[in-house]
């Protein structure tokens, strides 16, 4: 099986940093998708990574370290619209379909 | 492209009636998937198809669940009787194998349907 973590809730200021953590444990690996959900919306596809290491993407880049079992999302220059529920998924080595955290709410304020 | 289409968007229904949720999948992917989201268990697969064919069921609740995929364009999920506890949003989502399941094509979700069981 899998388990995979994440905050269920940060705060961060508008033109701000965030970082959003992903830890997870799996019985092999296949990858690590971020997805965005707005309030009353569909995910979204944000990012992919399969190997060690930044992946950049405008302001939203995504880091992995499978020796760890960790991720983050890290969100630059924070607008009023990166408010939302960022969805952390694994997929594991037997597996072809991932596996969905519970995600991060996050609130950006001005 | 339209993306993929659900329907309804929001359902309202009353305990021990059938509810069909329906999907239509992204022309071209040859995966589709079923998701239920909820607060207290987040976002949970539910079965996917390829090429039509159900692959893994095993997320399906209990037997009052089905799902079919009669064709490459369409599928349904069926809640036979529905329970207050099946209240949630439904996702259906696809997404494209030309790399093979493990590559990293994403997956699209649609708009979902929000079901409320009363």
């Known amino acids: 099986g899998q388990n995979i973590d994440q905050p269920t809730e940060m705060t961060a200021t508008e033109g701000a940093i965030v970082q959003i953590n992903c830890t997870y444990q799996t019985s092999g690996f296949n990858g690590l998708f971020w997805y965005q959900q707005h309030a009353g919306e569909a995910p979204t596809f944000l990012s992919y990574n399969v190997l060690d290491g930044l992946e950049e993407k405008g302001r939203f880049s995504s880091f992995l370290s499978r020796s760890k079992g960790y991720s983050y999302l890290l969100l630059k220059e924070l607008q009023m619209k990166d408010s939302a529920s960022y969805l952390c998924a694994v997929r594991d080595r037997l597996g072809y379909i991932p596996t969905f955290g519970r995600g991060t709410s996050l609130i950006v304020h001005p | 492209d339209a993306g993929v289409i659900q329907s309804p968007r929001h359902e309202v229904t009353e305990m021990g009636q059938e509810v069909t949720l329906r999907c239509k999948p992204i022309s071209g992917h040859d995966y589709l998937f079923w998701y239920r989201q909820t607060m207290m268990r987040g976002l949970e697969l539910l079965i996917y198809f390829n090429n039509n064919v159900p692959i893994d069921d095993s997320g399906m609740p209990e037997d009052r669940f089905s799902a079919k995929m009669p064709n490459a364009s369409f599928s349904t999920l069926k809640i036979q009787p529905s329970e207050p506890r099946d209240s949630a949003v439904y996702f259906c989502?696809?997404?494209?194998?030309?790399?093979?399941?493990?590559?990293?094509?994403?997956?699209?979700f649609g708009p979902g349907t929000r079901l409320l069981v009363l």
């Open positions: 989502a696809s997404r494209g194998g030309t790399s093979g399941s493990r590559g990293p094509e994403t997956q699209y």
